[in-house]
């Protein structure tokens, strides 16, 4: 075989177009990973919103808290269900929740922002065990009060202390939580009868979620609500809610790869042209490796193997460019919602990245290595 | 003289046809996608700057999805100065009883008299179909990509099992299908019908005023604000173009990642060109020592080469964004059927027009390109070519 010391070096001769054509993959390689990172972030969000062993019931039809809506019969109906876990002293894990988008006016900005509100009451807490308030206190029923998730802190420039206007009344901010990073930490969570009035609600409310002891009591549960005659409603392991959410995004990675493919498939001519070029320049170096005892099919490895470095170097310095957008905070519509998340380049993106630079490096470096086959030594040495 | 001049510009592509084609189609597949890209986000903010100022959305101040008492409707509609009013009601439900998500569809029941003036690119809408919309109350007017991803035909009828509280099935007949273009995949139904087939007539979703001018718009939006402040429910008043930014505002990461993804396609494509033009100079050495023999000097060589790399970039662009036009047109018009890979890409219709300006930005990237590589052609020395030949 051929060493690749020889292709190495020939790529280090010819330095310039070296590096612009490695260069062309580096743009692509760090667009995807970008890309990729976007969707992977949104996806992580979605995915560990939910715990397994909770089940989030919503009205038939509805896959979003935000359309759905139940009566307080259904939810007595729930409660009946079997297998819901309780508290030490009784309680039932079952908590009623509304869920209002609502419209805040920035005042800073002059813009009206989405805002994610919950109203819940104090079972939510034990149900919801990922919240957790790390800076005030927890708000007190029908006082106007409310905690802010640390994504709304940020996003709405809030702070403890500061008031807010929702609907007719001005409710304070007595408190923030955190959630593990999931889509809670993107909502303002309020006393739900307080929240009911203010916003003809009574008697109504978007979902409910009960708590069970192990996530597969949780699918016993699901299987009970649907198979229940007295009641007509759409039960769902919370993770299995916050996923089909996380599914929106599909799209989105359906239209990245489209664009990557677009893309790579440039500067896979891009790579064609060059190899072309070096094929030309060195036909007689390809007839004195023929002449060496070389088979035309080890010049042709030695060739595709050239263009494959050039796609490992623009490969890798592609994913170390996008690799900067790692944990960079945004947010993100998902669904009726707005996420707070966090861009996440993980080692599935990296190996696709390594594999789509490879892949193009291949198929750009292909068809010039084809043509060396045809190159006659004599002809070449004349 | 200039004839003789783009006969070699001609001549000199023509020279290493696998080159020059490598290249073109190169830019070809760039240019196609920085049109598709382009158009997603232009459009977007298009909407956003270009709205037009005398056109008001009424919602509910506080929370999503708004709900207005019909009674507002009347008091709004008749206030001086609004010219033409429509509401909105999205029904949204499934297909089956049993739901699925492929199944899933949103009905948007409008004002029935006045769908042509308060919907963008639906006055084209045939007389004929307008009339029958006016006197059949189940009627739907259904967008081409809709009508081919369900299969469906005119005449048909179907039932949307409404995924909502209380649940309600509500039948409709398609009476005709819209013009393609931003409602492709909508389905437009009458209000009234949808009261009466859902039993509420007791609220709309938003409603569209048309005001006679932009000033008055204004006064009206603030008219509005403090008369309805302390109702309940309390309304919000916006210019179309602010609403449209306030929900693009949501996806403005998606916008931003699209932007990057704009200035890393220009950067390729000049990355691509200026690679195959700087081969083309190195290779061409003895061809440009013989050119300044003749008597041409470096500035008549560097515009030669600018102006392959020009031609094959604005020739290349017109290609590229022609084949995309081709593609979006048949997208809208239903004869390719929206999947995964193209819903997000060509939701908005690429206009025709953007051929020109792609051949125009071709042209641009094959200046940038080669610029430097024509420079390089100055140090091109004669005595040095002829001699290495000897």
Known sequence: MIPVKYNARNLVVRWKTTLMTASGFTLVVAALVVMLAFVEGVQQVCTTSGEPQNVIVLAKGNNDEVFSQLDTRSGREIERTKGIARRGDGQMLASREIFLVMHRHLESANVFKFLQVRGVEPVAFDVHTQVKITGGRNFRPNQSEIIIGSGVQREHELAIGDSMALGRKQWKVVGIFTANGTAFESEVWCDQSELASQFRREGVFSSMVVRTDSPAQAAEVVERLKDSRSLVCNPMTETEYYSKQAAQTEMITAAAWVIAWFMGIGAIFGVMNTMFAAIGQRRKDIAVLRILGFKPYEILISFLLEAILISIVGGFLGIMIGMVVNGFSRSTAVGSREVEFAFKVTQTTITFAAGFSISMGILGGLLPALSVVRVQPLEALK | ?390
């Open chain 2, 1 to 390: 003289m200039l004839f003789k001049f783009i006969n070699l510009v001609f001549k000199s592509l023509g020279r290493n046809k696998v080159r020059t084609a490598l290249t073109g189609m190169g830019v070809i597949v760039l240019v196609a996608i920085y049109a598709i890209v382009t158009n997603v986000t232009s459009t977007v903010k298009s909407k956003i700057s270009g709205g037009d100022q005398t056109r008001l959305i009424v919602s509910e101040r506080w929370t999503m999805p708004s709900q207005i008492p019909s009674r507002y409707v009347s008091e709004i509609a008749k206030l001086p100065g609004v010219k033409n009013f429509t509401t909105w009601t999205i029904f949204v439900g499934f297909l089956d009883r049993i739901p699925q998500a492929d199944r899933q569809v949103a009905v948007l029941s409008v004002h029935p008299q006045t769908l042509r003036e308060m919907h963008g690119g639906l006055m084209d809408l045939p007389d004929e179909v307008y009339e029958e919309w006016l006197s059949t109350k189940d009627a739907v007017l259904v967008g081409p990509g809709m009508m081919k991803k369900m299969n469906w035909h005119i005449g048909q009828q179907f039932t949307v099992f409404g995924a909502r509280f209380p649940p309600v099935d509500v039948q409709y007949r398609i009476i005709g299908t819209i013009p393609g273009g931003e409602w492709a995949s909508a389905i437009f139904c009458r209000q009234d019908y949808l009261a009466d087939a859902s039993d509420n007539s007791g609220s709309v979703n938003a409603i569209l005023l048309s005001v006679e001018s932009e000033e008055r718009a204004k006064q009206l939006a603030s008219e509005l604000s403090k008369e309805y402040e302390n109702r309940q429910p309390a309304l919000k008043i916006e210019t179309e173009s602010a609403g449209v930014a306030r929900f693009a505002s949501r996806s403005t990461a998606v916008l931003q990642i699209i932007d990057a993804v704009v200035a890393i396609l220009l950067i390729d494509m000049v990355i691509i060109l200026s690679n195959s033009i700087s081969i083309s100079v190195r290779e061409r050495r003895v061809e440009m020592a013989v050119l300044k023999v003749l008597g041409f000097q470096p500035l008549h060589i560097a515009i030669m080469i600018i102006g392959e790399a020009m031609f094959v970039g604005g020739i290349a662009g017109m290609i590229g964004t022609g084949i995309v036009c081709s593609i979006s047109t048949l997208t809208l018009s239903g004869a390719i059927p929206l999947a995964k890979w193209n819903s997000f890409l060509l939701q908005f219709p690429v206009p025709w027009s953007a051929v020109l300006w792609s051949g125009l930005l071709g042209a641009g990237v094959g200046l940038t390109g080669s610029v430097f590589p024509a420079m390089a052609t100055r140090k091109v020395k004669v005595s040095d070519v002829f001699a290495r030949i000897a």
